[in-house]
């Protein structure tokens, strides 16, 4: 049996490896040149922890997170107006939670494939989907200018994330299935010695109104950190690639020297995306399939993408992987979505419960999510806030 897979993301490698080790041979298609150096630091929780110890992964996973102490919300000086310590985290959360680097996370689920024997799995960096086709008794796509298709295979799984090419070219267009959440997102990684040592160990979030700047420090002397703010373009894709790092300058002005000097250090082109969900009325079509973000992506509010992407592609690998003819195909994806679907729309509903408090409006608002953390400390209120920041933690 052969899949081919777009998209060399964490929850593409980790399908690859799952379907590999059933047997498959798998075709990974990935458009970036090689593996992604930019990105966020991630709370990993939930249902792709169980999921990572199950299949074997959890253990590179933990080899490379970062130990954080606290999150804090801080003023423009650093200094905490509110804290959850991770330890209390963790305990709301679901008892284990990571803090991985995006590439990082992604690193472990590449070098997983080795697990797999040798010549089974195929990943093409700089392969970029130009066309996708699938019907009932098959799947193919095309790459870059060729106009020719590869060759069938048995499934096409599309793993490429919140903007798809798989589900544009098989399900249809994309303002169809995305839903913004009225805010959007940039992330980038900067160096520098004097940053790095004004807030190690802690994940620094400024109380601020109408946006927030994240930042923590990594191992060696660089600063992950991500930027949300409103989104007043009407939750268009990405921003002309020149407009983006003044249009964050003068967002973040304003929010103490830290900010400034992230902001000086900002690269041209950062990722900028809008903050949003996928919302899809069915994840599979013929010999097609869509993973992790491509079909449901909860956002960055839910704190689960990553997690879900795991779990969710090693469910796929558990139903597809002992799947030894075309006909069997059609009925292992449908108990996909069938068992995956209420577990990922849990998430989307949290995150969507979060959205409306995420970016405080006004002082009163901010004034309660104060509250609301410090209010973590007191027994039985905790599981409340938690089913606030995580949703259902679903097994
Ligand atoms: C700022 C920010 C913070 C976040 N924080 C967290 C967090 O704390 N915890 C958490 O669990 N999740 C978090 N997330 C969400 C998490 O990053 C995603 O849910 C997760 O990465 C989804 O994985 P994926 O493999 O489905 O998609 P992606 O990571 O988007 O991977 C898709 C891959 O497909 C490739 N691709 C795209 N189009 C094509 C094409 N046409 N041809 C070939 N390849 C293609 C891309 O280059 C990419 O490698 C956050 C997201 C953001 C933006």
New binding site residues.
Partial sequence: MKAII???????LVAARQLGLAGWDVEV????PAP?PDG?????FGP?VEASERIGLYPRLAAVAYHVKAVEYVNADLRPTASLDYDQFARIAGEKVLSLL?PDMERAAFAALEDVPTGRIRVRYG???SGAWADDDGASVAVGSSAEALPTADLLIG???????VRANVFGLEENYLHSLGMR?A?FIVTDPGLNSRFRNRFVLTDTLDRMAGLYSLRTDQVAA?LVYRDTDGGTRERQPHGTRERLRSEFSGLGDAVDRLLELCPEHP?D?VVAQVVMPAWHRGRAVL????CG??S?LA???????IAGSALLGDLVGPVDSAAGIGPALAEFERRWRPVVEAAQAAGRRAASSFLPANRLQRVLRRWIIRATHLPGIDRLVARQIVGRIAK
């Fill in positions: 777009v998209g060399a993301g964490i929850a593409g298609l990935e458009k970036s992604r966020y630091m991630m709370d990993f792709g995006r392969a970029q989907l793993a490429d994330g919140v903007h798809s090419g997102a992330a991500f990722y995306d993973i992790g973000d491509a992506a909860v960055l704190g689960q993408g990553g997690s879900l992407a």
